[in-house]
């Protein structure tokens, strides 16, 4: 069952426009890849959506749909207006958000509000990807996460070379990811996150390229007993995006209150997941269920060596399909840290 944050107002989405009279009760369909508790939402949407109903008086509210109900695909649920917000990772759509898979080349972050301080200038309305990628879509995007960079986690195998590596099945999220696993030579296997315990349990995948921040939602640790450290291979980029076409039937102060919100969900999501991105590791190393395998820097430099093209060639294979690659690298790249 969706859960209504607010009174359950009757007449979903009705708006006051005319005379700059204040917006009437209004309910908004947020739909939410993870389950309720996954931290993305607890967080990041939850902490938004209490924000803007604050600051509304109650005005505004949301029906909040998790762990997919209304279905997978996000883009869609907006399109047909189904949902009017929405959490859309970028990997689950590659055909349609390929420019925001910049997010996802290894190397050019060491925390989340770092990777959130260079994607947010490009996201935002007015920036680069929002007048490539967004508009085009539908999209408004109110803010962004990004995890901390991924790290290579296995089931049973300690690797400490890229010998130990070769040949392992390995989950990533797709696009630029998956060319770094592969660089590496291991094969890449895309499989959503609440369906990864299950692939591990079965042998489908032998680990992942994921996050420590990500792992309790799903039990991973369960599963998951080795993680090798020196080598960080990009992350993902979620966005909280509205319909634009919503957005542009809201009030000036309904914008406000949710431009608002946005920014202080943002700081919140970014700065939660850098705090507990190694509390969690430690936490299992301290258990004994989680042994480390750190890179010597001679092997750490084989491992980078084998990444550095992986940049250029998702930029050059985007310049190709007619989608400015390059310049939202180099966008990316020069964007300054923080937000």
């Known amino acids: ?27 908004i369909k947020f739909s939410n890849l993870w389950p309720e508790n996954h931290y993305l939402w607890q967080e990041g949407g939850k902490v938004f959506a209490d924000a803007v109903n604050e600051a509304t008086g109650g005005k505004v509210a949301f029906a909040d749909f998790h762990a997919s109900q209304l279905g997978k695909d996000q883009l869609s649920l907006l399109n047909s207006n189904l949902a009017q917000m929405a959490t859309v990772a970028a990997p689950y759509a590659p055909d349609k958000l390929g420019l925001t898979g ?15 301080g260079k994607l947010w200038p490009l996201a935002q309305e007015g920036g680069l990807l929002d007048q490539k ?30 010998e130990d590596l070769r040949g392992l099945k390995i989950r990533s ?26 692939s591990v349990s079965r042998g489908t995948v032998d680990g992942a390229i994921y996050i420590w921040v990500g792992v309790p ?55 939660y997941q850098d705090r507990e991105e190694d509390k969690i590791r430690d936490g299992y190393v301290q258990a004994g269920t989680l042994a480390v395998n750190a890179l010597t820097p001679e092997e750490a430099a084989r ?19 007619g989608r400015p690659g390059t310049e939202v690298l180099k966008a990316f790249e020069t964007a300054g840290a923080g937000n």
């Not at 969706?2 to 204040?22: C, E, I, K, Q, V």
């Not at 910049?102 to 509000?113: I, K, M, N, Q, Y």
């Not at 940049?311 to 399909?321: H, M, N, P, T, V």
Request: proline fraction near 6%; aromatic fraction near 8%.
């Open 303 to 321: 491992w980078n060596a084998l990444t550095t093209g992986v940049a250029a060639d998702w930029a050059a294979r985007l310049d190709q399909s």
């Open 1 to 27: 069952m969706p859960n209504y944050r607010g009174p359950a107002w009757a007449g979903l989405f009705a708006l006051a426009l005319a005379g700059g009279a204040a917006a009437q009760d209004t309910t």
């Open 133 to 162: 990628e967004y508009e085009a879509l539908g999209l408004h995007v109110l803010f962004v996460a990004v995890p901390p960079p991924y790290k290579l986690m296995t089931a049973r195998k300690p690797v400490r070379s890229l």
């Open 217 to 271: 939602p799903f039990s991973l640790q369960e599963v998951l007993h080795q993680t090798t450290e020196g080598f960080h291979a990009g992350s993902a980029a979620v966005l909280y995006a509205i319909r634009q076409q919503t957005w542009d039937g809201l009030p000036d102060e309904v914008k406000a209150a949710m431009t608002e919100a946005g920014q202080k969900a943002q700081q919140n999501l970014c700065a």
């Open 102 to 116: 910049v997010t996802e080349l290894p190397g050019h972050f060491g925390s989340s509000c770092e990777a959130v």
């Open 173 to 198: 999220v797709g696009g630029a990811q998956a060319d770094s696993v592969r660089a590496l030579g291991a094969a890449p296997v895309q499989v959503q996150a609440g369906e990864f315990y299950d």
